[in-house]
């Protein structure tokens, strides 16, 4: 089975579910799974439900086009994905590979002109680079984007880590999050009892704090609390790319005042 679009609508159909501006939408959607695809899915659709436009305060319409573009995002690519021959319609003349790589490195140099991109950091980036080349496949060779960048996306978009081990980065740090049941337990918002009912009567498709809201478990307040809590005891992703070898003390904590002058430079624009 074959399945044809286009460039744009699959950028807008994964910027629209996973909250970010994809440009590398290759490597993306080389590695994003059907597992992935409902989570984001299934939370998006939460978010954007028409049925709780009176609790959010928002116009219920506007909602209803939202939530109907999530339904449509999520077909288009949920078939893409599943389709064993796919076809993407490039509507947009590809630059030469040539010049854009060395566009890149002239913008990479003029946004991190601090000092760490010197000869000595910059003989340690193109280690990390060629390491992460034969690991992790291409790595990104477009400008680095003109807006606010986390840490994992800046290493991205500088050229220092492919995608995929993005992607595995941030599976991993959220992989060392506390369980939401556990929070909410120490909390006394759910009691033993009520945690064990949850594990036995959900799907196991289902996630537990959207389940325990959805069925009154939990208050919306209560589950943005413990979603809050859970992402500041996770540990900090540079950790993956020191544990794993990618990048040293020092060089993230170089990358970390690149990122700081970048996103400052924006916000003053």
């Not at 030469?96 to 140099?109: A, G």
């Not at 003029?110 to 950091?121: A, D, H, L, R, V």
Request: hydrophobic share 30%; proline share 2%.
């Amino acid at each position: 089975m074959s399945y044809t679009t286009s460039k744009t609508n699959l950028i807008k159909d994964c910027s629209l579910l996973f909250d970010s501006e994809i440009f590398n939408y290759v490597d993306f959607l080389n590695s994003l799974s059907s597992s992935v695809l409902k989570s984001a899915y299934r939370k998006k659709a939460l978010e954007t439900h028409p049925d709780r436009s009176l609790a959010l305060g928002k116009c219920k319409d506007k909602m209803d086009n939202r939530f109907k573009d999530v339904i449509s995002a999520y077909e288009r690519l949920d078939s893409f994905i599943q389709a064993e021959e796919k076809i993407i319609l490039k509507n947009e003349v590809r630059r030469n590979k040539k010049s854009r790589t060395t566009k890149r490195r002239t913008q990479y140099k003029q946004e991190n002109s601090s000092g760490f991109s010197n000869k000595k950091n910059t003989n340690k980036n193109n280690s990390s680079q060629k390491k992460q080349s034969d690991v992790s496949g291409r790595l990104y060779e477009g400008n680095i984007p003109r807006r606010k960048l986390l840490i994992g996306q800046f290493l991205y978009y500088s050229g220092l880590i492919s995608w995929n081990t993005l992607f595995e980065a941030v599976y991993w740090q959220r992989k060392q999050r506390p369980i939401i049941g556990k929070i909410a337990l120490d909390w006394g918002i759910l009691t033993p009892e009520e945690i064990r009912r949850i594990l036995t009567e959900r799907n196991y498709k289902d996630n537990f704090g959207e389940y325990a809201l959805r069925n009154g478990f939990i208050t919306q307040f209560e589950f943005m609390a413990i979603i809050a809590k859970q992402k500041n005891l996770q540990p900090p992703i540079g950790k993956y790319f020191i544990q794993n070898g990618i990048l040293g003390d020092q060089g993230l904590i170089n990358m970390i005042q690149g990122l700081k002058n970048h996103n400052t430079k924006i916000i003053n624009k």
